[in-house]
């Protein structure tokens, strides 16, 4: 069985998605998912989760930091990503890292009948992590964002003004920030 993985954010950096999958090299396949918005509606308690991260400007802490998520849109919304094929074992150390994302099958929602995979995978917010709107004094990382936006103009002509097309960039602050603390699991960025 052919199983892919429908990255939309950080793991269409194939280094970064690379790291954690324990691989020197990935091979990303640009791809586009139907029925789905993207937008920065997943949230970590940044005082409470595995790294907390202070403002460089004046070193406070902000309450929570917000992610790239996926939330079921009309038939007629896009994204566009990439697939890397995957193994279970790979999509195990993906859960480590994934860790306030659920993994769901969003094969019957690619377009081109998934590319050739048997089963095509993404992650979207656990229910608890999901935040629509975003808590007041949310923010995000600029280096999070700065890494999906340098993936997405790797990943092929076209791709990154694609992305910011089909993304929603809402309205929290970008910070630049740095990692004050933590306890990160191996494979899971230190950036961001």
């Known amino acids: 069985m052919r199983i892919a993985l429908f990255a939309y954010g950080s793991l269409v950096s194939a280094p970064s998605a690379a790291v ?8 990303l396949h640009p791809a586009v998912l139907t029925g789905w918005r993207r937008g920065f509606t ?3 308690d940044n005082r409470a989760c595995e790294k907390t991260f202070a403002r460089s400007d004046d070193g406070g802490v902000p309450d929570h930091v917000l992610a790239l998520n996926l939330d079921r849109g009309s038939p007629s919304d896009r994204v566009n990503g990439a697939l890397i094929a995957v193994s279970e074992p790979d999509l195990e150390r993906l859960d480590r890292r994934e860790i306030r994302y659920r ?6 929602d690619l377009e081109d009948d998934g590319h050739g995979f048997d089963r ?4 979207v ?4 992590h999901h935040a629509l709107p ?3 004094g949310a923010v995000v990382l600029n280096a999070y964002e700065r890494a999906v936006e340098d993936a997405f103009d790797g990943l092929g002509p076209g791709e990154l003004a694609r992305y910011r097309e089909t993304t ?4 929290a602050e970008r910070i630049d920030a740095y990692l004050l603390s933590g306890d990160i699991p191996p494979g899971n960025p230190r950036g961001w």
């Open 42 to 44: 997943l949230v970590r």
């Open 168 to 171: 929603d960039p809402g309205t």
């Open 120 to 123: 095509v995978a993404t992650y």
């Open 20 to 27: 954690t999958i324990g691989r020197e090299r990935l091979d």
């Open 125 to 128: 917010a656990r229910p608890e």
């Open 134 to 136: 975003p808590p007041p």
């Open 103 to 108: 993994r769901i099958d969003v094969g019957g």
